[in-house]
């Protein structure tokens, strides 16, 4: 029998492709969500969105931290990030980029 031996085995490109994308439409939601919150001039409503937005970033931050303990445990998907570097690194410029997605405080 002959047995082939790959030097280089790259991990698929769908997940990170999809994760990409996936942060990318919730980010731009979380804007939506900025300027309708800002626009709203409402209190209660922009600590519950500040609170929020908190909770989607500590999310990524989750996901840089522990990475596939963090994925498989509480979002329940089998994908280990840490296999990716770009989404091990994406995921803290995730969380940093979706702060921009806080609303201004007018109060």
Do not use: E
């Not at 439409?25 to 609170?51: D, Q, S």
């Not at 329940?76 to 995730?94: A, E, K, M, N, Q």
């Amino acid at each position: 029998m002959k047995q082939s031996f790959d030097v280089f085995q790259y991990p698929p490109l769908w997940p990170a492709v999809l994760y990409f994308a996936i942060s990318i439409v919730i980010f731009i939601l979380l804007c939506f969500g900025k300027a309708r919150v800002n626009k709203a001039h409402k209190y209660p409503l922009f600590i519950f969105y500040t609170l929020f937005v908190i909770a989607i970033a500590a999310i990524q931050i989750n996901i840089f931290a522990n990475g596939y303990d963090f994925v498989k445990g509480f979002l329940h998907i089998d994908f280990d990030p840490y296999r990716y570097d770009s989404v091990y690194w994406g995921s803290l410029c995730f969380s940093l980029l979706y702060l921009f997605a806080m609303p201004k405080n007018k109060f």
